[in-house]
């Protein structure tokens, strides 16, 4: 798939912008603080309606603005499409394809995939549960828009009843709704639970050989998904995996009331990581961290070409100047195929020279 042509009105620092891309590599250089990873990020919201940068939409808004607007003209499937995307302060987010209405953001996923990787992707490792958590949700949710559905109901859910804990001393009659909240977190977090486990299944198939590549043949990379301890088996049908979660709930039910917060469901998954056998986390160095991330990117720019029969677009957010020449060399031959989109400084000369370049200065770009 293709992402042909970019518009933008009011986001970020973009008052207008309109940038025509080469179908192989775009190189995208300038000083920081211009604008290049605002267009990286464009790209990205278009495909799954989410910032690897801002929790809410009104950070995207330029300031002083009200509304902000994105346009995309894709070429996936055979086919043309323009993907549009009009943000408002104070309201909810509108979607457009070719012209029609989405009702939900999982749609954009069915016809427009991105893999983003930037300098933050590199302590993937390292950092918490959530990071690798989101990692597994910006995937799974453009290629499953089923489960991008139930992981957004399964959030307003978890603040429901979140809010419920934290008052219910205050207001007893709020306990009144709990059993209802937690049968139907029960019931949307054992698909999100069901998704997960497919996607890191078949993660394991394919990262370990990219870590293999990498490293010489050094390292072994091993991926493992951590749930709620009464699931005996995440990659099981929802049905079987909500009684376990239900059972689950029930046991923690006084600690959850007394804690007043929400210690069942699948919002404390993790994705385990280790690298011959040992927790990547924990005991992993600097260069097999750095790998490990990379190679969780890449594997899944190539699940989702198994799953689309199409590359998706690679966003790669001056990633190379934090890797030494060998890995930059390993992901440039890599990421033969597909569109790519790479930012980098005006000096960087590692970045291949075929395709485009832009300029971004203070919110303009130019070829």
């Known amino acids: 798939m293709i992402l042909k042509r970019l518009e933008l009105d009011f986001f970020r620092n973009y008052v207008h912008a309109e940038v025509e891309l080469s179908p192989s590599v775009n190189v995208i250089w300038g000083e920081n603080a211009q604008g290049k990873t605002n267009l990286l990020e464009a790209a990205g919201f278009l495909s799954s309606c989410r910032s690897h940068r801002a929790r809410y939409d009104r950070e995207l808004i330029q300031f002083g603005v009200e509304h902000a607007f994105l346009k995309g003209e894709v070429a996936a499937h055979q086919r043309e499409f323009t993907l549009e995307a009009r943000l408002h302060r104070g309201?909810?987010?509108?979607?457009?394809?070719?012209?029609?209405?989405?009702?939900?953001?999982?749609?954009?996923?069915?016809?427009?995939?991105?893999?983003?990787?930037?300098?933050?992707?590199?302590?993937?490792?390292?950092?918490?549960?959530?990071?690798?958590?989101?990692?597994?949700?910006?995937?799974?949710?453009?290629?499953?828009?089923?489960?991008?559905?139930?992981?957004?109901?399964?959030?307003?859910?978890?603040?429901?009843?979140t809010r419920i804990l934290r008052d219910w001393e205050e207001k007893p009659s709020l306990l009144d709704t709990l059993d209802d909240f937690n049968l139907r977190m029960a019931q949307v977090?054992?698909?999100?639970?069901?998704?997960?486990?497919?996607?890191?299944?078949?993660?394991?198939?394919?990262?370990?050989?990219?870590?293999?590549?990498?490293?010489?043949?050094?390292?072994?990379?091993?991926?493992?998904?951590?749930?709620?301890?009464?699931?005996?088996?995440?990659?099981?049908?929802?049905?079987?995996?909500?009684?376990?979660?239900?059972?689950?709930?029930?046991?923690?039910?006084?600690?959850?009331?007394?804690?007043?917060?929400?210690?069942?469901?699948?919002?404390?998954?993790?994705?385990?990581?280790?690298?011959?056998?040992?927790?990547?986390?924990?005991?992993?160095?600097?260069?097999?961290?750095?790998?490990?991330?990379?190679?969780?990117?890449?594997?899944?720019?190539?699940?989702?070409?198994?799953?689309?029969?199409?590359?998706?677009?690679?966003?790669?957010?001056?990633?190379?100047?934090?890797?030494?020449?060998?890995r930059q060399t390993f992901v440039l031959e890599r990421i033969n195929g597909g569109q790519v989109l790479i930012t980098c400084c005006e000096e960087d000369k590692s970045v291949p020279v075929s395709g485009r370049r832009f300029r971004v200065r203070d919110g303009s770009v130019t070829a």
């Open 91 to 161: 309201e909810r987010r509108q979607l457009f394809s070719n012209g029609v209405k989405l009702k939900t953001a999982g749609e954009l996923g069915e016809v427009f995939n991105t893999i983003l990787f930037c300098p933050e992707d590199l302590s993937l490792i390292r950092e918490g549960a959530n990071q690798r958590r989101r990692f597994l949700d910006d995937a799974i949710c453009q290629l499953r828009p089923k489960y991008a559905a139930a992981l957004a109901e399964y959030k307003r859910l978890y603040e429901q009843k």
């Open 189 to 326: 977090g054992a698909v999100v639970i069901h998704y997960r486990a497919h996607f890191v299944r078949r993660m394991s198939q394919l990262a370990p050989p990219i870590q293999s590549d990498f490293s010489g043949g050094r390292e072994e990379l091993g991926l493992r998904y951590e749930t709620v301890s009464t699931v005996t088996d995440p990659e099981a049908p929802p049905k079987a995996i909500l009684e376990q979660l239900l059972e689950h709930q029930q046991s923690h039910r006084r600690a959850e009331l007394e804690s007043r917060q929400c210690l069942s469901g699948p919002h404390k998954d993790d994705l385990a990581v280790e690298v011959d056998g040992r927790s990547a986390r924990q005991f992993a160095s600097q260069g097999q961290t750095r790998t490990a991330a990379l190679s969780l990117k890449l594997a899944c720019r190539e699940l989702f070409r198994e799953d689309t029969g199409e590359w998706p677009v690679l966003l790669l957010d001056d990633v190379l100047s934090e890797l030494d020449a060998r």
